[in-house]
């Protein structure tokens, strides 16, 4: 009954910009604690940056920040990554994630490729 369903990924050439949406249903998504991970091809997979439930304190990995940035509609149940200046070390699978008290949730993925 929990879905979390990515989008907006794609090829986009070094410098450019993209921006994800996790559409999610069958959890309150206002109380969940919402995060982007990705993974490389061959790396882990490792955590992009959160956003909580009640203050949107917003997290960021190294990689990313002041690049990337996180934020959720709780009208539209949906989190979305804004990324810019994006560069081929940026290549990986983007995955949406949900915290509801002790369940995680996962999406499916979407591929973001970061090539000329």
């Known amino acids: 009954q929990v879905q979390l369903v990515e989008s907006g990924g794609g090829l986009v050439q070094p410098g450019g910009s993209l921006t994800l949406a996790c559409a999610t249903s069958g959890f309150t998504f206002s109380s969940s604690f919402m995060s982007w991970y990705r993974q490389p091809p061959r790396k882990e997979r490792e955590l992009v940056a959160t956003i909580s439930s009640t203050n949107y304190t917003r997290i960021y990995a190294d990689s990313v920040k002041g690049r990337f940035t996180i934020s959720r509609d709780n009208t539209k149940n949906t989190v979305y990554l804004e990324m810019i200046s994006l560069d081929p070390k940026d290549t990986a699978l983007y995955y949406c994630?949900?915290?509801?008290?002790?369940?995680?949730?996962w999406g499916r993925g979407t591929q973001v490729t970061v090539s000329s």
């Open positions: 994630r949900a915290q509801v008290g002790l369940q995680i949730y």
